[in-house]
T-cell receptor, first 116, second 115 residues
Framework: DAGVTQSPTHLIKTRGQQVTLRCSPKSGHDTVSWYQQALGQGPQFIFQYYEEEERQRGNFPDRFSGHQFPNYSSELNVNALLLGDSALYLC???????????????FGEGSWLTVV | QQQVKQSPQSLIVQKGGISIINCAYENTAFDYFPWYQQFPGKGPALLIAIRPDVSEKKEGRFTISFNKSAKQFSLHIMDSQPGDSATYFCAASMLSRGGGNKLTFGTGTQLKVEL
């Protein structure tokens, strides 16, 4: 049973560029969330997707956008990259809302983004 | 606004000792409190979790103690081992009006278990 998988694992981008990160949720999970983890800090919630719609959003600018596909996989897009966007980007999956185990959230290994 | 406060920031424990990490929350709407373990360069791994209707939950060497009235919860690691050396995050979540949930994390505790 594959867990949450993310790609790429590492990437380096230049200020002003755009980046797309990808995530496949754990088998049986249909809800995907994205978190940003700066070095030495706890993960910060970016947004969550369920049924291909953004359901919740954290305190992140519109430069951060996402998408969920019919197979529940998801993409995180960041436009106009800033140096401060350098972080570990984590994808998390969980069973859909309404399920008893809906709070059980599993994380992938993350995508390390460095903006230079 | 920091909704989940975690302490200590770092902790050194001797092998075989007990590691204790504390967290306090502010929002009484939180209804799920997980702990995550994170090794360098890896994503957080779910360790153990508790709901507010239970005061204690034990899984192997890991125990969560929960005090609803004080809005505090703690992780106890019994018989700490060098392999437990990692960063530990407490978190809290609640179901939103939209039906989803999001985790609010503490600031993390770097645990080092020495031989």
């Amino acid at each position: 049973d594959a867990g949450v998988t993310q790609s790429p694992t590492h990437l380096i981008k230049t200020r002003g560029q755009q980046v797309t990160l990808r995530c496949s949720p754990k088998s049986g999970h249909d809800t995907v969330s994205w978190y940003q983890q700066a070095l030495g800090q706890g993960p910060q919630f970016i947004f969550q997707y369920y049924e291909e719609e953004e359901r919740q959003r954290g305190n992140f600018p519109d430069r951060f956008s996402g998408h969920q596909f019919p197979n529940y996989s998801s993409e995180l897009n960041v436009n106009a990259l800033l140096l401060g966007d350098s972080a570990l980007y984590l994808c998390a999956s969980s069973p859909g809302p309404g399920r008893a185990s809906g709070n059980t959230i599993y994380f992938g290994e993350g995508s390390w983004l460095t903006v230079v | 606004q920091q909704q989940v406060k975690q302490s200590p920031q770092s902790l050194i424990v001797q092998k075989g000792g007990i590691s204790i990490i504390n967290c306090a929350y502010e929002n009484t709407a939180f209804d799920y409190f997980p702990w995550y373990q994170q090794f360098p360069g890896k994503g957080p791994a779910l360790l153990i979790a508790i709901r507010p209707d239970v005061s204690e939950k034990k899984e192997g060497r890991f125990t969560i103690s929960f005090n609803k009235s004080a809005k505090q919860f703690s992780l106890h690691i019994m018989d700490s081992q060098p392999g437990d050396s990692a960063t530990y995050f407490c978190a809290a979540s609640m179901l939103s009006r939209g039906g989803g949930n999001k985790l609010t994390f503490g600031t993390g505790t770097q645990l080092k278990v020495e031989l």
